[in-house]
């Protein structure tokens, strides 16, 4: 296992550095410039904040000093907040957009995975009919669809909940089912087709032939084969937490990493979109190992390979 994590880690490297990459010259071939909405600006300040944080400078040589900062860890000032390093707004934002995370992944494996289970153990009765129509609903209608319903119901019409802000715990519940509850339908649908391939297995029949209720069937026998696929889902699925609160974190105005991303987007902040992908991809990275030391340790029949 530390030879597979350890083999893991080192091809991290060339992971990230690729990403760097395409994303320094990408972000670099848009449209406009980071001081391109400072109107007030003088052509003369203007070639001064240039010069001060390099842009004067060739392509090329822009891209080595990057990299060389970014071997000592500094992912350098944010353009948009000079006073602020990068490396300050993800560790002051980043966890709010965790907290909103972890909210998400508990609604979805708590409604996703007993609507699963439920609609495994009767098959093509009203029990599996009605879960298995509310995932596919859950599957259809997208987050940015989601949200502002969310809102319109429970903020302004009812009043239950704040339009915005990451205050008390009443502002993390609309937030947290818009982004959980799409991975919720597809945790239920995951859930409930691997829970129908362990409950058809012999052993289940000489469970059940014993006397054995449905809840031990279950907890005891079936659940931990019948979880592999949900397991193997987790790692792009908590991926798609962390960076899917972008949109969420916009429409609830929720000062988390991805609202400051896609602040940087518009101000063509090059730092911070920089600093941010590469810090999400390398949390990707490290989600989808710890998915498979747990795969591993759930299946015997694979192997750290």
Do not use: C
Not at 275 to 288: C, E, M, P, R, T
């Amino acid at each position: 296992m530390l030879r597979f994590i350890a083999g893991r880690l080192l091809q991290m490297i060339p992971v990230l550095l690729v990403i760097a990459t395409l994303t320094f010259f990408m972000i670099r071939l848009a449209p406009g410039g980071p001081f391109d909405t400072e109107r007030t600006a003088s052509p003369e300040i203007r070639k001064s904040a240039e010069a001060y944080y390099g842009l004067n400078k060739p392509l090329g040589a822009q891209y080595l000093d990057y990299l060389r900062n970014l071997l000592h860890g500094d992912l350098g000032p944010s353009w948009k907040y000079p006073s602020r390093t990068v490396n300050e707004l993800i560790a002051e934002s980043f966890p709010i957009s965790a907290e909103l995370a972890f909210w998400s992944l508990l609604i979805a494996l708590t409604f996703g995975l007993s609507a699963g289970i439920v609609a495994a153990l009767r098959p093509n009765t009203w029990t599996d009919y009605v879960p298995s129509s509310l995932a596919m609903v859950g599957i259809s209608v997208p987050t940015f669809v989601l949200g502002p319903l969310l809102v319109l119901v429970f903020a302004l019409k009812l009043g239950y909940a704040r339009v915005s802000g990451w205050n008390d715990w009443t502002d993390r519940v609309l937030p947290a089912l818009t982004l959980g509850a799409l991975y919720a339908a597809y945790v239920a649908r995951l859930t409930r087709g691997g829970m129908l391939e362990v409950l058809s297995q012999d052993f289940i029949r000489t469970a059940r032939a014993k006397g054995a209720s449905d809840f031990v069937i279950v907890t005891k026998h079936a659940l931990r084969g019948g979880l592999l696929p949900v397991v193997s889902y987790l790692g792009p699925a908590v991926a798609g937490l962390v960076t899917g609160s972008f949109v969420v974190e916009t429409i609830f105005q929720i000062p988390g990493l991805g609202r400051y991303f896609v602040n940087a987007a518009f101000n063509r902040d090059y730092t911070m979109v920089l600093g941010a992908v590469l810090f999400y991809a390398a949390l990707i990275v490290l989600f989808n190992l710890l998915v498979d030391i747990v795969l591993v340790w759930m299946n015997p029949r694979q192997k750290f390979e």
